[in-house]
């Protein structure tokens, strides 16, 4: 019998999904393993050869969990809203549910041909009312919770309440917006219901709030800083402005600490953990009010707060620098100066602000007219506007030392503003960038002499003291924007009353599922998609979606017209995985105090600052708030690298439509674009008819020769749909088979590296599965054979090295070794002869996590009934790689004739006399006596003659 893979792999899926072999039943038991891959949006395009990198090295070490006996929960999922379906509405029409649901049965069919031992019951759809239930769940509670920073962490709004009503605010130690107001009990009490309502908006952890977003006017919407791409949208290349909008917004800076100190418990890549830190971005220093002047006589006069970690500096202020955004720059801009702050203000909103913090070459700015006072000189000093300044971090305005700081240097000097010395005896010009810890500050009389610490210790206390400053630790971390101007996301639970204040419908009223639209564009005057629903009221007494010309703001009101961002959705998913049937809760007692957590996650390192920072921020307040058991929701994370397209590169002569031969460029002027790389033979020739169809650009196009015909060059980069050189598994899996895919994905190299695709590489992987095959079946018919007889110690040697190796290999998670390993064992095991029950039997195990087809069919053909998924992982016993025997060189005379391999126990005796007992020897000596038999025992036997 020929090795079958395609029957083989059809076969064993089918009694998988049958028999629904890997579903996970709690309690049990079992200790429990939750592994976990990020799970995948479902594009229309299907997955490429990139994708299942992850989720191979996930099933491999959860298929192993379960050889060593746990019970293994490996749940599958679809981030399934998102901006790709609703853009495809837009152009066709067509519900984003019914794309969403054709996408996710390619993936489905897709994945299921690759072999995972997906626990398929347990599947989640972001997009699904059933679990968006509790995404609109979490953010209701979110929305009646306060955070204590007291208690330090978050508490239901009911005992922020009761502190107002007992002693005011002023007592109460909380996260809340800047600007809230201090009153007393009797204040409190005094307000009306619209009053207190919005002084608890300053206080809860989601909360609406006048923000600069990133606003794409062609998409509608706005993006997240991660969506946007030198200044234009990922999805389109639309161009994008920063504008302040309205929005829901999380409170996740309130716990910005506990994510910092959250990373030293969690075995996570210190890269990631790097760009988390850096994101959240912890400084202490100071925060230092500087006033400005009146701009016009008899005018106001602000506060302009900053921060600074160098507040010894404060001496080298020279000017001040605001964000284009910042709130006080209308008011703080003088007539004079007015068209041209107005028109820089403009062009900077066109530049996204990872644009601006990435462009430290480029200097602009525009003064204001106005100046604010030195808080501690009274010096005038003068407000410009600068786009390297931004709003979203720290106060949005620098009080610039171009003596101490780069970018402050370069605006000085290309300004032409004055730079004074505060640094004793340091050179400007040599050690403006320098840092200065540990310089004697000499400007001031009452910090000469200090070291920066002592001196900036100081300053804070002259600042304090005169009620301009104090010392401070601040964070880079901004509130999350929350809002969507999409309508393929989740409904927000919200509707509006006659003042605009927002309040949360019923809990028992949820999921508040989307509503029908006849367009998917925002409407004609601004308003989100959702403002196109005809039934988008709440009608407050019979406790349902109601008609719009209904709304009397009395018992009928307005809901939110915005959605959720894509990361709501896949801020818990995966506690759901863990209870997905539950009606009355996300996670129930049970299932929760079973799983508790995730044990293995795997997934890519572009997620840092999104998607992992967002879910620990929500695990964090399901944790206060009682529901989860643990902080951190995944104890060890793995980014695994990326599988890398060799792209086909043509050449066109630049101003024309003549391509040129990769051998005939030479130093002509030329432009590169990629073509498919199916239309490539092995020699990197490209099919010119085939082109010629493929896209309308070619059908005319001339193409230069060599030889007779077309050579494209080679990249090597990301593989995407973009660049054309995706290469199908489903065309793998069809020539070579899901476990030779498997196979290869993890014998390419390291998991964490990214590593050139090479299609060509799949035979080696095939034909090994071919030999493993044949160890298996003997003769001509290559019919089944194993022997029950006790296997060879060389037979046993090579088994129980391989289990060590193999064992070791993936609990390093070092997955392309392991594949070495097995690759020499079935050699070796080949060339042994190997036909043996004990070692073929727990050989095929080993093989099961990486190849889990090949072994099923080999566990049957054993004589097992049962699935080889839950067989024991083969027991390493050292006994079997201590050398039992020596093959000894035996000399005549100093000289080697031959080699005889002998017991190592026996005595110097019994060694000479079956040394002297075989036939080689007594040739050698020809019916002489020896004169003297020389023996060390494990190493040689030397006969003089």
């Not at 901006?83 to 489905?108: D, F, K, S, V, W």
């Not at 309205?246 to 716990?255: C, G, K, L, N």
């Amino acid at each position: 019998m020929q090795y079958n893979f395609r029957e083989i792999e059809s076969r064993w899926q089918r009694f998988w999904a049958e028999n629904q072999t890997f579903r996970a039943e709690h309690p049990n038991e079992k200790p429990k393993f939750y592994a976990l891959t990020m799970f995948p949006y479902p594009s229309g395009a299907g997955l490429h050869v990139g994708h299942p990198l992850g989720y191979i090295a996930c099933d491999i070490y959860a298929r192993y969990k379960r050889h060593q006996g746990f019970n293994v929960l490996q749940p599958m999922g679809y981030d399934s809203f998102g901006l790709p379906a609703e853009q495809y509405a837009i152009q066709t029409g067509q519900h984003p549910a019914i794309t969403t649901r054709t996408n996710i049965a390619r993936y489905r069919e897709q994945l299921d041909q690759l072999g995972f031992s997906y626990d398929w019951s347990r599947q989640v759809r972001t997009s699904d009312p059933e679990y968006y239930h509790w995404t609109q769940w979490v953010f209701m509670q979110l929305f009646d919770s306060w955070y204590n920073r007291d208690s330090d962490k978050a508490e239901h709004l009911t005992t922020l309440i009761s502190a107002f009503e007992a002693g005011g605010n002023t007592a109460v130690n909380a996260a809340c917006d800047e600007d809230t107001p201090a009153f007393t009990a009797a204040e409190w009490q005094a307000m009306s219901e619209a009053e207190q309502q919005r002084i608890l908006l300053k206080y809860r952890l989601t909360y609406l709030a006048d923000t600069e977003v990133n606003w794409c006017p062609e998409l509608g919407t706005v993006l997240a800083n991660d969506e946007v791409v030198n200044g234009v949208s990922e999805r389109g290349g639309y161009p994008v402005i920063r504008k302040k909008m309205t929005q829901w917004s999380m409170r996740i800076t309130a716990y910005a600490q506990r994510l910092l100190d959250g990373l030293d418990t969690i075995d996570w890549p210190q890269p990631l953990k790097d760009a988390q830190t850096n994101w959240i971005g912890r400084s202490k220093g100071a925060s230092v009010t500087f006033r400005s002047k009146p701009v016009k006589p008899g005018g106001e006069r602000y506060d302009l707060e900053v921060f600074t970690t160098r507040p010894d500096t404060i001496y080298g202020v020279s000017f001040m620098t605001l964000a284009p955004e910042h709130d006080l720059v209308p008011e703080l801009t003088t007539e004079a100066q007015r068209e041209a702050v107005e028109a820089y203000v403009e062009a900077s909103a066109r530049r996204s602000e990872r644009e601006r913090m990435a462009d430290v070459k480029s200097i602009s700015g525009v003064f204001t007219g106005a100046y604010a006072e030195h808080p501690l000189t009274g010096e005038d000093i003068p407000i410009w506007i600068g786009d390297y300044v931004l709003a979203g971090y720290g106060t949005g305005a620098v009080m610039a030392v171009p003596c101490g700081d780069q970018r402050d240097y370069d605006f000085a000097k290309h300004f032409d503003l004055p730079i004074p010395n505060i640094f004793e005896g340091v050179s400007i010009e040599e050690e403006a960038y320098a840092d200065k810890a540990g310089t004697v500050i000499a400007n001031s009389d009452f910090i000469n002499g200090m070291g920066y610490k002592e001196a900036s210790n100081a300053v804070i206390e002259a600042l304090e003291a005169k009620g301009l400053g104090k010392g401070t630790i601040n964070y880079r971390l901004r509130d999350a924007v929350f809002s969507r101007q999409r309508y393929w996301g989740e409904p927000f639970p919200v509707y509006y009353d006659a003042e605009g204040l927002p309040h949360l419908i019923p809990e028992d009223c949820l999921p508040l599922e989307l509503p029908e639209v006849e367009k998917y564009l925002p409407t004609e005057t601004g308003e989100p998609p959702l403002g196109n629903a005809t039934h988008w009221a709440w009608d407050a007494e019979t406790l349902s979606v109601t008609a719009n010309d209904r709304i009397d703001h009395k018992t009928v009101f307005p809901l939110e017209l915005n959605t959720m961002p894509g990361w709501a959705g896949s801020s818990q998913y995966f506690n759901r995985y863990m209870d997905p049937d539950n009606s009355a809760a996300l996670v129930g007692d049970q299932a929760i105090g079973y799983w508790q957590d995730v044990d293995l996650y795997i997934g890519g390192s572009e997620h840092a600052t999104g998607h992992l920072l967002y879910s620990r921020f929500w695990q964090y307040f399901m944790y206060d708030r009682g529901w989860v058991p643990v902080e951190e929701y995944a104890k060890k994370l793995i980014n695994q690298g990326m599988i890398l397209g060799t792209s086909a590169v043509v050449y066109r002569k630049s101003g024309t439509n003549t391509y040129l031969s990769k051998g005939l460029i030479g130093d002509q002027q030329v432009e590169e674009l990629r073509v498919d790389v199916n239309l490539i033979n092995a020699s990197d020739e490209l099919d010119l008819e085939a082109l010629r169809k493929w896209q309308p650009q070619y059908a005319d196009a001339e193409f230069e020769l060599e030889d007779g015909a077309y050579v494209v060059g080679r990249e090597v980069e990301k593989m995407s749909k973009r660049w054309y050189n995706v290469v199908n598994p489903d065309q793998i899996c069809e020539e070579y088979g899901a476990d030779s895919l498997r196979l290869y994905e993890m014998f390419l190299g390291p998991l964490e590296q990214s590593k050139p695709w090479n299609t060509a590489g799949l035979s080696g992987v095939h034909n090994f599965l071919k030999k493993l095959w044949k160890l298996y079946h003997q003769g001509a018919d290559r019919s089944f054979e194993v022997l029950d007889d006790k296997a060879s110690a060389e037979n046993m040697k090579t088994l129980h090295k391989t289990i060590k190796k193999v064992q070791d290999d993936i609990e390093g998670f070092s997955f392309n070794t392991t594949v070495s390993s097995l690759m020499i064992c079935v050699n070796e095991l080949t060339s042994q002869g190997c036909r043996q029950r004990d070692v073929l039997e727990p050989l095929a195990i080993l093989l099961s996590p990486y190849a889990p087809h090949i072994a099923e069919e080999l566990w049957k053909k054993l004589g097992h009934t049962d699935s080889i998924a839950f067989a024991a992982f083969p027991q390493f016993e050292e006994k079997y790689l201590v050398e039992q025997s020596k093959e000894y060189p035996i000399s005549f005379n100093g000289k080697m004739r031959f080699t005889l391999e002998l017991p190592l126990d026996l005595s110097r005796e019994e060694i000479e006399a079956q040394v002297m007992a075989d036939a080689r020897t007594q040739k050698q000596l020809d019916g002489r006596t020896p004169k003297k038999v020389i023996v060390v025992p494990g190493k040689i036997v030397n006969i003089v003659g």
